[in-house]
């Protein structure tokens, strides 16, 4: 017996927010946390940022990522200066606004190597080392161990 075809209302079809990628001449960085990855480019414009053709706060639903991701703009004072487009790959959503604060930060001296002593003072330049440990042979997890019984 075959199916009957699912119609689809086209008023309830989801859009799709199509944003202008601004172009010419940019600065590039890369921006790294746990195992997300951002690549960012800052174009001069008026202060759009777009991540993974989204606007910000329509991908960073949380009001404080992207204050995190505003935060090496705002420290400089090139909050309006420049249009920036983020792709992030991997990880968290809190991991991924991190890399991509990294990756502004990164971007901002390429631009303006000025910036470099008030970044750096704000600690936005180093590259957060912690990622998840490693499964040891033996073990459950990383540390975890089997349970041990004594009889």
Do not use: C, W
Not at 68 to 95: E, F, M, N, Q
């Amino acid at each position: 017996m075959p199916r009957p075809k699912k119609t689809v209302d086209k008023t309830q079809e989801k859009k799709e927010s199509k944003i202008a990628t601004p172009g010419g001449k940019y600065f590039y960085a890369t921006g790294k946390r746990k195992s997300a990855i951002a690549t960012v480019r800052l174009f001069k414009g008026a202060g759009a940022i777009t991540v993974n053709n989204k606007s910000v706060s329509e991908y960073f639903y949380i009001k404080t990522l992207v204050g995190i991701i505003k935060s090496p703009l705002k420290l400089t004072g090139s909050d309006s200066k420049y249009d920036i487009t983020i792709k992030v790959l991997g990880g968290g959503i809190h991991a991924q606004a991190e890399a991509a604060r990294h990756g502004i930060a990164k971007a901002l001296i390429e631009a303006d190597p000025l910036n470099k002593h008030t970044i750096k003072t704000a600690g936005l330049l180093t590259r957060d080392p912690r990622t998840k440990e490693r499964k040891k042979p033996g073990l459950k997890s990383a540390r975890r161990a089997p349970q041990f019984s004594k009889r």
